[in-house]
């Protein structure tokens, strides 16, 4: 037998032999297990699908902007600090996170050799001038994130790849005709929260475009734009001063879904105003100052949904909002506020929500002066 200092030398001999060797992690080790992407990812699963293991960059040549995350060809550079767009973007990069940072002009090589970039926020910085070769390489960006800065027009030479771009929160007074020339892929603007009023508009500012949804809420809109894109599916004109729609206001978006004039300073609306919507679903009147239900509604075949609460009205007719034959509206309503108004719901009868698929979808509250 071996004594017993010897089997206890043996046994931490054997110990140390099975033991894995000490392995140094590097940053970009650390960085994997922190970084958490999914909000990035989200948008950009929609563009393409591809194996996380094979798009991991080399810890043994990482190419990150200082203090930045990089990751499945996301860097995340946000609430940062910085002052300019970082060096050092890998050139594979899809996505670009700079918001929340203090940048305060867009250069011209700032985004050189970055022909990958699908998607690009610059939300909430200090930006106030956008060199106009700023985005020529960017020649598959398709979403542009501009809101929460200090720009007073609409940048130049936007790539023509582009499909989404929201600038609401910025100093745009004026939009020049030509403004979006070229982008003929831009689907979605968002320009609310920007002091735009109706003559800011110039003849042919949004010639070209074939947009489906337009927002320009909060700006300081006294009535409803001209010229905006015939192809709208859905817009959003809310939290202005509009005081009224008249007769052609609304004869160029027969192929309109949802509209929003909530929110604004409505007395009127004009007889044969709404005939020019024959395929809405979803009208937004609430919040405004109409004494009477709009005339048209039981003309709207497919409207579904129509709020009118926070209004003066003071009495519903039994045809405000059903058509009197039978088979003539395609679909029910699911959906008609009407609470905060002076009419007393014991006053109107029954038979006027002929049309609503359930009496819950009728919302009627109570009024309070």
Same mark, same amino acid.
């Given at each position: 037998?071996?004594?017993? %200092? !010897? *089997?206890?030398? &043996?046994?931490?001999?054997?110990?140390?032999?099975?033991? /894995?060797?000490?392995? #140094?992690? +590097?940053?970009?080790?650390?960085?994997?297990?922190?970084?958490?992407?999914?909000?990035?990812?989200?948008?950009?699963?929609?563009?393409?699908?591809?194996?996380?293991?094979?798009?991991?960059?080399?810890?043994?040549?990482?190419?990150?902007?200082? %203090?930045?995350?990089?990751? &499945?060809?996301?860097?995340?550079?946000?609430?940062?600090?910085?002052?300019?767009?970082? @060096?050092?973007?890998?050139?594979?990069?899809?996505? &670009?996170?700079?918001?929340?940072?203090?940048?305060?002009?867009?250069?011209?090589?700032?985004?050189? +050799?970055?022909?990958?970039?699908?998607?690009?926020?610059?939300?909430?910085?200090?930006?106030?001038?956008?060199?106009?070769?700023?985005? !020529?390489?960017?020649?598959?960006?398709?979403?542009?994130?501009?809101?929460?800065?200090? *720009?007073?027009?609409?940048?130049?030479?936007?790539?023509?790849?582009?499909?989404?771009?929201?600038?609401?929160?910025?100093?745009?007074? @004026?939009?020049?005709?030509?403004?979006?020339?070229? =982008?003929?892929?831009?689907?979605?603007?968002?320009?609310?929260?920007?002091?735009?009023?109706? !003559?800011?508009?110039?003849?042919?500012?949004?010639?070209?475009?074939?947009?489906?949804?337009?927002?320009?809420?909060?700006?300081?809109?006294?009535?409803?734009?001209?010229? &905006?894109?015939?192809?709208? $599916?859905? =817009?959003?004109?809310? $939290?202005? #001063?509009?005081?009224?729609?008249?007769?052609?206001? *609304?004869?160029?978006? @027969?192929?309109?879904?949802? /509209?929003?004039?909530?929110?604004? $300073?409505?007395?009127?609306?004009?007889?044969?105003?709404?005939?020019? =919507?024959?395929? /809405?679903?979803?009208?937004?009147?609430?919040?405004?100052?109409?004494?009477?239900?709009?005339?048209?509604?039981?003309?709207? @075949?497919?409207? #579904?949904?129509?709020?009118? $609460?926070?209004?003066?009205?003071? #009495?519903? +007719? /039994?045809?405000?909002?059903?058509?009197?034959?039978? %088979?003539?509206?395609?679909?029910?309503?699911?959906?008609?506020?009407?609470?905060?108004?002076?009419?007393?719901?014991?006053?109107?009868?029954?038979?006027?929500?002929?049309?609503? !698929?359930?009496?819950?979808?009728?919302?009627?509250?109570?009024?309070?002066?």
């Amino acid at each position: 037998m071996f004594p017993h %200092g !010897s *089997l206890l030398l &043996l046994l931490c001999v054997a110990r140390l032999s099975s033991a /894995l060797p000490f392995e #140094q992690r +590097g940053f970009w080790d650390f960085a994997l297990d922190s970084m958490d992407s999914g909000g990035m990812m989200t948008m950009m699963r929609d563009e393409e699908e591809g194996s996380a293991v094979e798009e991991l960059p080399s810890p043994d040549f990482p190419m990150c902007p200082f %203090g930045c995350h990089c990751r &499945l060809r996301v860097v995340q550079c946000s609430d940062l600090g910085l002052t300019e767009v970082p @060096k050092n973007i890998p050139p594979d990069t899809k996505f &670009l996170d700079l918001q929340n940072n203090r940048i305060t002009e867009l250069k011209e090589n700032d985004f050189k +050799g970055l022909t990958n970039l699908y998607g690009l926020s610059l939300r909430n910085n200090h930006i106030s001038k956008v060199h106009p070769r700023a985005f !020529s390489p960017l020649k598959h960006m398709q979403k542009l994130y501009f809101s929460k800065n200090l *720009l007073t027009t609409i940048p130049k030479n936007l790539p023509a790849s582009l499909v989404e771009l929201r600038i609401h929160e910025n100093r745009i007074k @004026k939009i020049p005709a030509g403004a979006f020339s070229g =982008l003929n892929n831009m689907n979605c603007i968002e320009m609310g929260a920007n002091p735009i009023p109706n !003559s800011g508009f110039e003849p042919g500012a949004f010639k070209g475009l074939k947009l489906n949804y337009l927002r320009i809420s909060e700006a300081k809109l006294t009535g409803v734009p001209k010229e &905006l894109p015939e192809s709208l $599916h859905e =817009l959003h004109l809310d $939290h202005n #001063q509009i005081q009224a729609v008249e007769l052609e206001d *609304l004869s160029r978006y @027969k192929n309109l879904f949802r /509209l929003g004039l909530g929110y604004n $300073h409505i007395r009127q609306i004009e007889n044969g105003s709404l005939s020019y =919507l024959p395929m /809405l679903r979803e009208l937004h009147l609430e919040n405004n100052r109409l004494t009477r239900v709009p005339k048209g509604l039981p003309d709207m @075949k497919y409207l #579904q949904v129509v709020y009118l $609460h926070s209004n003066s009205i003071n #009495q519903v +007719g /039994l045809d405000d909002f059903c058509p009197r034959g039978f %088979g003539m509206k395609r679909t029910f309503y699911n959906g008609i506020s009407l609470f905060a108004n002076p009419v007393n719901y014991w006053e109107v009868q029954p038979a006027t929500f002929r049309c609503v !698929s359930d009496r819950l979808a009728i919302q009627f509250g109570n009024y309070k002066k």
